[in-house]
């Protein structure tokens, strides 16, 4: 089992950036796929990103490519969440979530991912 915990959310300016930081417990951070999710108010909780076990594949969702970045430094148990050029609309509760299938891979099937975090609130203001 693994423990997730997010941080370095907090109140930006449109335009700025921020990154977030998920720190893992346990030896066996290295075999979990990671993803980020978001979850506005009022709506669905989203796929964001991921990143393989090995960090050999990762994907995006549309509306972040080209201003998120993940990362993942397996020897410090922690992916990252680079967040550039943030606007209004990715103000949410930010999620890091783990999958702990056999393959290195990515998906944005939020039920394939066995280990949630308590959330990072992100903040854009205009």
């Known amino acids: 089992q693994v423990q997730l915990v997010e941080s370095g959310g907090g109140l930006v300016q449109a335009g700025g950036s921020l990154r977030l930081s998920c720190a893992a417990s346990g030896r066996t951070f290295s075999s979990y796929n990671m993803g980020w999710f978001r979850q506005a108010p009022g709506k669905e909780r989203e796929f964001v990103c991921a990143?393989?076990?090995?960090?050999?594949?990762?994907r995006y969702t549309d509306s972040v490519k080209g201003r998120f970045t993940i990362s993942r430094d397996n020897a410090k148990n922690t992916v990252y969440l680079q967040m550039n050029s943030v606007k209004p609309e990715d103000t949410a509760v930010y999620y890091c979530a783990a999958d702990r299938r056999g393959t290195s891979a990515t998906t944005e099937h939020g039920h394939l991912y066995n280990y949630w975090g308590q959330g990072t609130q992100v903040t854009v203001s205009s």
């Open positions: 990143i393989s076990k090995i960090a050999d594949i990762t």
